[in-house]
């Protein structure tokens, strides 16, 4: 984006005086002080060494950034970076002289208030997107995976990123277009029209009886596909399919999808430990049991998950030395509800798991070609 911007944006690349992450940018309204913390400087991607842990001049020079848009130092997401000052006590209402911490990216920080604490953990954020958040304690780095360091310890810890772009955006998708008669019958009954289309999908055989969903809707995804003409798909479609075999398919689509990213993961040594739940699509009890089928492993779900919010109470807390231990957050968390696979769903989930795999690699010159097609 930067790049972008100096060669489509002169004149405004020749004004700019700061880049600032967001959390940045409020920091220094409310503080008077400039500051980015491990996280945000490593989601810039190109312009920072993983390894040092520090910006890198060698590829800031040769992609013509100046070095002079980011601050010297590089903090810790929970380091106290300044005190809000009397521009700022007017801004946001809190006292004077209120310690305010680095923060990080949204993303991590959510991972922390799922729990992740330890090496090998995964958080996965079944939402709108798809987003896993993986969990080192020591560099393990894919190309496959988007990595930066984590919002706590974030000199050693690293944070590996992937997902899909949607998931439960496909199962909105398919309610909205094709889920009339639940979306009246919910107000009727008083009950979701998620769980009517749950109720009808479960009766459904694992495998959705042949018929396979590939649940890149957008067109193109991210880690750890890195690709930009993938599309969405049902495969295997008859005229014996009806309308809860293609929403259980969705379902399983996602779940396949969660799959590769644990695999490309894997590729590099990560020790799988926990798999942990959260946002709008885990509250379904059958997607919950199918991610479960489809993986092989015990997951957890926290039905009271707050989201980034609380990682943030943590790192002010850690900031600030009320919180002794990062690992405190494993007592704020709330209840675990926990899934245990089912073998035979299971053993029946491989081969098709299988078959999306090759179903990606079988459609990559179709979606190429189709995206010329559609313009």
């Given at each position: 984006k930067m790049v972008w911007m100096r060669i489509h944006e002169p004149d405004v690349w020749s004004r700019i005086?700061?880049?600032?992450?967001?959390?940045?940018?409020?920091?220094?309204k409310i503080t008077g002080e400039d500051s980015v913390d491990f996280s945000s400087a490593g989601n810039y991607g190109g312009i920072f060494d993983i390894h040092r842990r520090d910006w890198s001049t060698e590829l800031m020079e040769e992609l013509?950034?100046?070095?002079?848009?980011?601050?010297?130092?590089?903090?810790?997401?929970?380091?106290?970076?300044?005190?809000?000052?009397?521009?700022?006590?007017?801004?946001?209402?809190?006292?004077k002289g209120t310690p305010v911490c680095a923060g990080?990216?949204?993303?991590?920080?959510?991972?922390?208030?799922g729990g992740a604490v330890y090496d090998g953990d995964l958080v996965s954020m079944l939402g709108t997107s798809m987003c896993n958040g993986f969990l080192s304690y020591t560099p393990r780095i894919s190309p496959r995976l988007v990595n930066f360091p984590y919002v706590v310890n974030g000199r050693e810890f690293l944070y590996s990123f992937s997902g899909i772009i949607t998931a439960g955006y496909c199962v909105r998708w398919f309610r909205d277009e094709f889920g009339e008669f639940e979306k009246r019958l919910s107000m009727e009954l008083g009950r979701d029209a998620y769980s009517l289309l749950d109720d009808q999908?479960?009766?459904?055989?694992?495998?959705?009886?042949?018929?396979?969903f590939l649940p890149h809707m957008m067109g193109g995804e991210r880690a750890p596909y890195w690709d930009d003409h993938i599309q969405g798909a049902f495969i295997g479609a008859s005229v014996y399919?009806?309308?809860?075999?293609?929403?259980?398919?969705?379902?399983?689509?996602?779940?396949?999808?969660?799959?590769?990213?644990?695999?490309?993961a894997g590729e590099v040594g990560f020790p799988l430990k926990g798999i942990t739940l959260v946002d709008g699509g885990a509250k379904s009890k059958l997607w919950r049991q199918i991610i479960a089928d489809v993986i092989g492993l015990n997951i957890d779900y926290l039905p009271e998950?707050?989201?980034?919010?609380?990682?943030?109470?943590?790192?002010?807390?850690?900031?600030?030395?009320?919180?002794?231990?990062?690992?405190?957050?494993?007592?704020?968390?709330?209840?675990?509800?926990?899934?245990?696979?089912?073998?035979?769903?299971?053993?029946?989930?491989?081969?098709?798991?299988?078959?999306?795999?090759?179903?990606?690699?079988?459609?990559?010159?179709?979606?190429?070609?189709?995206?010329?097609?559609?313009?």
């Open positions: 005086y700061r880049i600032m992450t967001p959390n940045a940018y409020c920091i220094q013509d950034i100046p070095r002079s848009f980011f601050p010297e130092e590089i903090v810790p997401s929970e380091k106290v970076v300044g005190e809000i000052d009397d521009e700022g006590a007017k801004l946001v209402g809190l006292k990080g990216i949204d993303a991590p920080t959510s991972t922390l208030a999908a479960e009766r459904i055989p694992a495998g959705s009886e042949g018929l396979l399919h009806k309308k809860p075999h293609f929403f259980r398919a969705i379902l399983e689509g996602v779940a396949y999808a969660l799959r590769y990213s644990i695999e490309a998950a707050r989201g980034a919010p609380l990682g943030d109470a943590l790192l002010a807390g850690l900031g600030t030395g009320v919180v002794k231990d990062f690992r405190k957050i494993g007592e704020w968390i709330g209840r675990r509800i926990s899934v245990e696979p089912d073998v035979v769903n299971h053993r029946r989930y491989e081969q098709c798991y299988g078959l999306y795999k090759e179903s990606l690699e079988a459609n990559k010159r179709i979606f190429l070609k189709m995206a010329g097609v559609s313009g």
